[in-house]
């Protein structure tokens, strides 16, 4: 029923910044926990980072912490990850999520509901 859609990736230099975007169709958005996950090349997919419904609470992986920052604007049915700071390690594929149950956690199977993903590439 939720379909998602990124949006937003690209190619940056080291240092620079780059904002993420994840549209989401269909009414219950905002009784979903989101997050962010990624997969480097030739690498498992890893979680990034996680926002409650209501956006009060958010969890950070400690690759990532101090650097990117997700929010969510429940009226526009769309979550945001900020990434500042950015590294060569941190291009991969980058795929927003739902928690249908709503509640916020870090584990890659309470998410059921997955987009496609858009790529970020850190690079000279």
């Known amino acids: 029923q939720v379909q998602l859609v990124e949006s937003g990736g690209g190619l940056v230099q080291p240092g620079g910044s780059l904002r993420i975007s994840c549209a989401a169709s269909g009414r219950p958005f905002n009784n979903f926990a989101m997050g962010w996950f990624r997969q480097a090349p030739g690498k498992e997919r890893d979680f990034v980072a996680t926002?409650?419904?209501?956006?009060?609470?958010?969890e950070y992986a400690d690759s990532v912490k101090g650097r990117f920052t997700i929010s969510r604007d429940n009226a526009k049915n769309t979550v945001y990850l900020q990434m500042n700071s950015l590294k060569p390690e941190d291009t991969g594929v980058y795929f927003c999520?739902?928690?249908?149950?709503?509640?916020?956690?870090?584990?890659?199977?309470?998410?059921?509901?997955w987009g496609r993903g858009t790529q970020v590439t850190v690079s000279s």
């Open positions: 926002i409650s419904k209501s956006g009060e609470i958010t």
């Open positions: 999520a739902a928690n249908p149950g709503g509640w916020v956690t870090r584990s890659f199977a309470p998410y059921t509901i």
